[in-house]
């Protein structure tokens, strides 16, 4: 048993996005009730942050084989709760999984320094030790990939982790809570605490004494406010919030890669991920060229449950989601978009947007500037360089840019133009555990995964030996 379910009503309803039907309720906690699971994480947290980070390292690695033996389960409930494809869904957890076996081994490789002194008699040095207690606060899109690269480098730090899932995914995050007990992890020490008091929550985290680190995943407004409320404690934060990709398609490009690496970025869980492309920038000479072979690869997409075999594109999160996108595309239509696909609500089911094509935007229709979440590929046409990179950068935002060009000195310059923390360089999957994940402006604070994501969970302490 993964997780245990409750009566209809008496906690949090689960629906599947594909058939809004009931698939489970589970306990949703009060927020007295998650503070006294803080409290009880602190008290928790000495012992495990004493084992040695090989001790620790074991737990995780057998928490890593627990999740990858189950990976058809888990992926059966990614997709019953997320929509997303099976297929999907297996990758999700495969790539969840990465970061537990990533912070498993970096978690024995958190060094501190020896300085060179400046005075005889005295040695300089710095440790490296857990933040102390940690929150997060995760999202519905990736439900099992945003809780492992936060849980897995706060518990390879030694920290305890108390994780508030999404309310509409609360399943496979409660499913991977058990196989970490499983594994050896100390019960106090990870919890999962699905709510339907999301924003109580978000208070408790900010401004509970012993929680000293909160991660955050989700909308920008949403990371704006924990961050006001932080202030009161001064507590750490990560922050990795909304985007709006530009993809940029240079006439020096080759095609067919292009297309290849703009439907691997867009169409992804239906264009719901915040590394997506949102905008894509075509310059002038290969424009036309570029949009008949997009246009042929949206048309072979298959809109549908994503448990059945086949299906390319799932169900949108819920009919909210589908309401915002169909608002988008409409705006964008009055104000001059030409549609060369789809264009509204599929005929599959309330929860299911068309692949759209959008051709003829500009940079001012708010399918522009807004974070899209959904399948819709919004067109600008572009002169040259500079107003490729002028566009591209005209945004709050800074996540994640791709672009194609075969030119080096042109993948030079526009790579160290892009105001982002991550760039796709002829390629439009960037996410990988080995990597530092994160953006800059609106988009964020902190970076998760790689060596970089071990340190967002350690504090940097200072020793300074006299008397030698
Ligand atoms: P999305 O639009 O992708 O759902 P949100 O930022 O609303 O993005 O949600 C991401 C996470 O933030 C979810 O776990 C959600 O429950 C949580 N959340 C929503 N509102 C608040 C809030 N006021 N304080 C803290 N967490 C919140």
Not at 15 to 33: F, G, H, W
Not at 117 to 142: D, E, H, M, S, Y
Not at 199 to 204: H, M, N, P, Q, S
Not at 373 to 382: C, D, K, Q, S
Request: one cysteine or more.
């Amino acid at each position: 048993m993964l997780f245990a379910t409750l009566a209809a009503g008496e906690g949090l309803d689960v629906l599947n996005p594909a058939t809004q039907q009931r698939i489970a309720t589970v306990k949703a906690y009060s927020t007295e009730e998650i503070a006294r699971l803080i409290e009880a994480a602190d008290a928790a947290r000495g012992a495990w942050a004493a084992r040695t980070a090989k001790e620790r390292s074991v737990v995780l690695r057998r928490w890593y084989d627990l999740v990858m033996s189950h990976q058809e389960d888990l992926a059966a409930l990614v997709t019953a709760e997320s929509g997303k494809p099976l297929a999907e869904a297996r990758g999700e957890v495969a790539y969840g999984a990465a970061f537990i076996e990533w912070f498993a081994e970096e978690g024995k490789r958190a060094y501190g320094d020896t300085i060179p002194t400046f005075a005889n008699g005295k040695r300089v040095l710095t440790i490296r030790q857990g933040v102390g207690t940690c929150a997060a606060i995760t999202p519905w899109n990736f439900p099992v990939a945003m809780i492992t690269r936060k849980v897995a480098p706060a518990l390879a730090a030694g920290c305890a982790m108390v994780v508030k899932p999404a309310e509409a995914t609360p399943l496979s995050a409660l499913a991977l809570e058990t196989l970490a007990h499983e594994a050896g992890v100390p019960a106090e020490v990870f919890r999962v605490v699905p709510t339907d008091d999301p924003a109580g929550v978000g208070t408790l985290f900010c401004t509970h004494p012993q929680v000293r680190k909160l991660s955050f995943t989700g909308s920008t407004r949403v990371g704006q406010l924990l961050m006001e409320q932080a202030a009161a404690n001064v507590t750490r934060l990560s922050l990795e919030l909304g985007g709006n990709a530009p993809f940029i398609v240079f006439d020096d490009a080759d095609l067919d890669a292009a297309v290849d690496g703009l439907m691997a970025s867009k169409f992804r869980n239906a264009g719901q991920t915040c590394v997506c492309a949102n905008r894509i920038l075509v310059q002038d000479s290969v424009h036309d060229a570029f949009l008949a072979k997009v246009q042929e690869r949206v048309a072979a997409l298959v809109v549908g449950d994503g448990a059945q075999p086949g299906t390319t594109i799932g169900p949108l999160i819920n009919e909210a989601a589908v309401k915002k996108v169909g608002a988008l595309v409409a705006d964008a239509c009055e104000a001059g978009a030409r549609v060369l696909a789809g264009g509204g609500k599929s005929p599959v089911g309330t929860g299911f947007f068309e692949p759209t094509i959008l051709a003829d935007v500009t940079p001012d229709m708010a399918v522009a500037s807004a974070e899209i979440f959904g399948p819709v590929v919004p067109v600008i046409r572009f002169a040259d360089e500079p107003q490729a990179i002028r566009i591209a950068n005209d945004t709050p935002y800074g996540l994640a840019a791709y672009f194609y060009a075969r030119d080096v000195g042109r993948i030079w310059r526009v790579m160290e133009a892009l105001e982002y923390g991550m760039v796709g360089v002829n390629d439009g999957i960037i996410s990988t555990e080995v990597a530092p994940f994160g953006g800059i402006k609106h988009s964020g604070l902190g970076r998760e995964g790689s060596r970089h994501g071990l340190d967002e969970y350690l504090e940097l302490k200072y020793c300074l030996m006299g008397g030698i």
